[in-house]
């Protein structure tokens, strides 16, 4: 009898701390994986998307397993944007260019006049073309900052911190400060400069077929 009392003290705390470790290994609370990056649903909340097509990517260049067969980054997808910002505002410009430079081409005498998909080579490249390449390159190098760097990383991405073609440029202060109002401005200025690579593809086209200027 005295030997079962002497020893039932010692068992006690024992299994005690045995318990509290049991409730605590119970009670640790399991840390769960992020979920991957979907690409396409990322796409989804930029600007661009209305009716009737809503979101259309046929090539899957922002789907899921990418169109390489791999899953395209928040990187990538931001570059695909900043491609089309840049083509859509090149476009727009140039059709624009397109119709008033056969109207009107006071450079050279007015010499040139020509259908504007032959009017630059019919121009003095030695001289003019430097001056192309340089100005082109001067507003282009900027944009090397806003890439991630290849070394290690992905090739051809774009800083997530980096807004698509914010330019820092907006002298008549036409940028909306209410988010909602941003994106739909961004959504108009997407939709025509789509608009406007159609365009300009479609007038370069005619004046390849019919040889003559658009009017």
Known sequence: ASSLSFNAPALAPRAGRTAVRMQATAEAPEVEAPPPFDPTAFAKTLPGITAPLGYFDPAGFCASDGLANEAATEGKVRF?????????????????????????HPLWGGAIDVPSYIAFQETPLQTFWPAVVLVISVLEVFSVFSFNTPFGGEKWSIRSDYENGD??????????????????????????????MIGIAGMVVQELVSGQKLF
């Open 167 to 196: 330019l820092g440029f907006d002298p008549l202060g036409l940028k909306p400060e209410s988010p909602a109002e941003l994106k739909e401005m961004q959504t108009k200025e997407l939709n025509n400069g789509r608009l406007a």
């Open 80 to 104: 695909y944007r900043e491609v089309e910002l840049k083509h859509g505002r090149v476009a727009m410009l140039a059709a624009l260019g397109f119709l008033v430079g056969e109207q009107f």
